[in-house]
């Protein structure tokens, strides 16, 4: 399995950017997808992840209502619309594959449930 991220960059705050992560290696469409930050010493944390189905979205609180995530299946791809950035948004996203197809999963939120990482891609929100 292969994930490639791509869309990361420096923005000002209150700007926007989309991620972008496609996958092969399996069938995109069975598996769960997240997306995970990590800034500069801290440790990696969960913004938010879609089930294989995309019907049921999980976001960390410190992005609800300014991050979207969403999958097109046909290009085996998921999203992260990141908008009214702000500087603590700066880090290095990663996305992420389930390790376990359909409702295998049992929290979202847990990195230790995704078997396949992309390499991250940097995100800079400049105040």
């Known amino acids: 399995v292969q994930l490639v991220e791509s869309g990361g960059g420096l923005v000002q705050a209150g700007g926007s950017l989309r991620l972008s992560c496609k996958a092969s290696?399996?069938?995109?469409?069975?598996?769960?997808m997240g997306w995970f930050r990590q800034a500069p010493g801290k440790e990696r944390e969960f913004v938010t992840a879609?089930?294989?189905?995309?019907?049921?979205?999980n976001y960390a609180d410190s992005v609800k209502g300014r991050f979207t995530i969403s999958r097109d299946n046909a290009k085996n791809t998921v999203y992260l619309q990141m908008n009214s950035l702000k500087p603590e948004d700066t880090g290095v996203y990663y996305c992420?594959?389930?390790?376990?197809?359909?409702?295998?999963?049992?929290?979202?939120?847990?990195?230790?449930?995704?078997?396949?990482w992309g390499q991250g891609t940097q995100v800079t929100v400049s105040s």
């Open positions: 992420a594959q389930s390790g376990q197809s359909g409702w295998g999963i049992q929290r979202y939120s847990d990195d230790d449930e995704y078997a396949y």
């Open positions: 290696g399996r069938t995109f469409s069975n598996y769960a």
């Open positions: 879609i089930t294989w189905t995309g019907g049921n979205l």
